[in-house]
């Protein structure tokens, strides 16, 4: 019997795969032609994600503002609790600082001692809070006051003995960034003077020559004892250079200050310079050397020999920063050297100095 081969299903399987195909091809096309996408939805589509975007970065920008902001008053907050505990630490402490010794600039602390006239050992005073106590508030609004402008004309305080008289305006030079005047300097040299007056045994024996004084001795051809001469007669100071302990000579040099230092204790001429400045330091050093022979020579009639005495431009003191505040740190120099302190201040503390200094001028007082 002979087989037939069945095309028909053979086909019908093979036109029913042929439509399945078609009918998925045609659904295609009717999902992708019967519903188009039109350009205006695109563009709002794209917008809204813009939008959605932007709304996101908004509200982290504002997250992470406000979080900078608690942190930052965090940190204020920590830094005022600090400083009124510090401050609160050293009025405390006030009456009993000289007999502690602190860690103030930069952690360093520094005994001194060395001898004095009789051989004997003379303890200086170690480093104390004495010269960082913070003002009070009363103390702050007098300064305050007194830099005003309706002070400018004003004589605020007269001092008898050296007839210096400050007005408002004279004591503006005090203010931040002004550079200091011969007034102010030469008044806070009479207060050094007479602080130590009052306590001769906190404080070295010291003359403090006023700013005019190299300007005389130097004028003709860069030395001029006889300028000089009556400068020092015993019967106005009441005692002989040659039995002071230190001697400071400041020395202004058109727009900057210094200070030169004749230390009889240690047998050595110092010169002080806030800018490192050591163009004229040896020629007024020589001078100085000059000027106390001849000084000796004709106030006690004695010759002395200064040419083994070391000449010393202090190169490792305290710098200014700026181009103004030489005046204050050649008074620091000044104040601190006639401690007996080691020069443990920098530029940082000369705001405070300012402050302070405008202060114990208005009480004609210098603590």
Not at 200 to 228: E, W
Not at 299 to 322: A, F, H, M, R, T
């Amino acid at each position: 019997m002979a087989v037939v081969p069945n095309h028909g299903s053979r086909s019908r399987n093979r036109y029913r795969s042929i439509s399945f195909r078609h009918s998925l091809d045609s659904r295609k096309k009717r999902t992708i032609s019967d519903k188009p996408v039109s350009s205006s939805a695109c563009k709002n589509t794209t917008i809204s994600r813009l939008s959605l975007r932007q709304d996101f970065h908004t509200c982290c920008r504002g997250f992470l503002r406000i979080k900078l902001w608690v942190r930052a008053s965090l940190l204020l907050k920590k830094k005022a609790a600090r400083r009124h505990h510090r401050d609160d630490d050293l009025c405390s402490n006030h009456k009993d600082s000289k007999a502690h010794v602190v860690e103030v600039v930069d952690d360093r602390i520094e005994g001194h001692s060395s001898t004095d006239g009789s051989g004997g050992k003379k303890k200086l005073v170690e480093f104390s809070r004495e010269p960082f106590l913070p003002l009070k508030e009363e103390e702050v609004a007098q300064v305050n006051s007194a830099f005003s402008e309706t002070n400018r004309m004003k004589i605020l305080v007269s001092h008898k003995k050296s007839s210096i008289q400050i007005t408002g305006s004279t004591l503006q030079c005090l203010m931040p960034t002004q550079w200091l005047n011969d007034e102010v300097v030469n008044l806070y040299l009479e207060l050094l003077k007479e602080r130590e007056t009052r306590d001769p045994q906190k404080f070295f024996k010291c003359h403090f020559f006023n700013t005019f004084f190299y300007i005389k001795l130097a004028r003709d051809s860069g030395y001029n004892y006889q300028a000089v001469r009556r400068w020092t007669a015993y019967s106005k100071l009441g005692y002989n250079l040659i039995d002071c302990d230190i001697i400071f000579v400041p020395i202004h040099l058109g727009t900057h200050w210094a200070v030169a230092v004749i230390n009889n204790r240690e047998h050595k001429f110092m010169y002080f310079d806030s800018l490192n400045d050591e163009v004229f330091g040896p020629t007024i050093l020589d001078a100085l050397a000059k000027y106390l022979v001849d000084e000796v020579k004709d106030k006690n009639e004695k010759d002395i020999d200064v040419s083994s005495w070391d000449k010393i431009l202090v190169n490792e003191s305290p710098k200014q920063q700026n181009k103004y505040d030489c005046g204050m740190f050649m008074l620091k120099y000044i104040d601190f050297y006639s401690r007996g302190l080691s020069l443990q201040f920098s530029q940082k503390h000369m705001p405070y100095f300012r402050l302070r200094t405008t202060k114990e001028i208005l009480r004609l007082q210098a603590d």
